[in-house]
């Protein structure tokens, strides 16, 4: 054993002492090369929605053009995916730990959701991307950053620190700031914006046909390719295309990726269609809309998608930004004709001033804190074409109440009550 600290005040001991002048940047560096990785490339998504959503789509991209590729993020990993996955960005000792498992396993690609939190604590360093992605910017994690210029600096390290010298940066030009994005990152020569007009890859359609069918457009060197999508949302379908894109500005065939792209598997939590209800076929999706911009997106697409009543079910979570949860309570009543607020993970803080703190004085909103009982009455509720989205907690398996991790499973308990009612 041994000490490793900054500290120069530790004086000698028994063990070993090593003085660096950052303990979280040595612990990267000597995890990485003490768990001897090699993997031939890295890619890293960045960004406040959809991080997941483009991850695992070059995940199953990857897989279906026959690559042995792993994925490491919110839902977890393909080499422990049965672990409960607490951090986006694990600690450089458990990534190390996972990524020579990989290696072992002789996987050729890594693809990585790389958070702000694991960005500003230097989680990756070490590790430089052959390709980095960056979905969006919104209000989020303000409770750690401080402000949202620390939040949105802490997301560009990715492209200042680790992509490779010719490694390839990729943004999504719709997001918020992109003026600032743009200036900061004015002196990298390997950055791209999307979807700005490409000659070789452009998006000329999205355009819905009924509430379930959307069609696509893209033209591809002077040729256009069609595409019919079923039950997926319009903001699901341009994170498809950014990884889409994304994978063809790497070198990967666009022909063959056009062969299967409209039957990639769904996301767990992401806007997944679970069940219709048994007696009117009302649907029921569930979805991990955690943030004020995530909730009105998916509020936005799923009124799109239903001739009823929207409905819609959420909480936020304890220990976390709490600036969010009024803003979050005015988008639901704004854009969803039914609401009910009920508990997310409350942790530590006190349940019951959670949701008021969301609802505030709208009269709209029905308190349920049971998360169960919520879903269960918001089910009963739906009418022939409502639509409910159950939001906030997507893929999770638990519910968090102290520090004890309850099982809990937004999709099994609302396919279970669609199939009794």
């Known amino acids: 054993s041994a000490i490793v600290t900054s500290n120069h005040k530790i004086l000698k001991k028994k063990v070993p002492i090593f003085y660096v002048k950052d303990v979280r940047e040595s612990l990267a560096y000597v995890s990485l090369e003490f768990y001897n990785i090699k993997i031939n490339k890295f890619i890293a998504v960045t960004g406040t929605n959809g991080k997941t959503s483009v991850a695992y789509f070059i995940y199953h991209l990857l897989k279906k053009l026959n690559n042995k590729v792993g994925i490491i993020g919110t839902i977890g990993n393909s080499i422990s995916e049965n672990i409960n996955s607490n951090l986006t960005t694990p600690d450089p000792i458990t990534l190390s730990k996972i990524l020579h498992k990989m290696t072992r396993k002789k996987l050729k690609y890594v693809v990585m959701e790389a958070s702000s939190h694991g960005l500003q604590q230097k989680r990756l360093l070490g590790l430089n991307f052959d390709l980095g992605i960056m979905t ?194 005015r988008i639901s009543v704004k854009y969803a004709d039914k609401v009910i607020v009920t508990d997310d993970n409350p942790r530590y803080e006190n349940a019951k001033k959670i949701r008021q703190e969301i609802i505030g004085k709208e009269k709209l909103i029905k308190n349920i804190p049971n998360r169960k009982t919520a879903i269960e009455r918001s089910i009963k509720k739906l009418k022939q074409s409502d639509l409910l989205i159950i939001a906030g907690k997507g893929h999770e398996k638990y519910q968090i109440i102290k520090n004890i991790y309850h099982k809990f499973d937004d999709a099994k308990i609302a396919r279970e009550i669609c199939a009794q009612l």
């Not at 401080?146 to 490694?167: D, Q, V």
């Not at 889409?244 to 269609?273: D, E």
């Open 136 to 329: 969006n910017i919104s209000h989020d994690h303000l409770d750690y950053h401080k402000n949202y210029k620390n939040y949105l600096n802490s997301k560009m390290l990715l492209f200042k620190k680790h992509l490779k010298k010719n490694g390839i940066g990729i943004i999504n030009e719709k997001t918020n700031e992109i003026k600032k994005i743009k200036k900061t990152l004015e002196n990298k020569k390997n950055i791209d914006y999307f979807p700005s007009n490409k000659k070789n890859f452009n998006i000329l359609r999205i355009e819905r046909s009924n509430k379930t069918h959307i069609n696509v457009t893209l033209r591809y060197l002077n040729k256009n390719y069609e595409f019919l999508f079923k039950n997926i949302p319009i903001f699901q379908i341009e994170n498809l295309l950014l990884a889409y894109y994304s994978l063809v500005a790497l070198g990967f065939s666009f022909i063959k990726i056009s062969k299967f792209i409209t039957k990639l598997p769904q996301i767990p939590g992401r806007m997944q269609f679970i069940a219709k209800k048994r007696s009117n076929n009302a649907k029921v999706f569930v979805d991990f809309a955690h943030t004020p911009d995530a909730l009105e997106k998916i509020l936005i697409e799923a009124r799109k998608m239903t001739t009823g009543n929207l409905h819609v079910l959420f909480g936020c979570g304890g220990d976390r930004d709490r600036s969010k949860r009024r803003k979050m309570g």
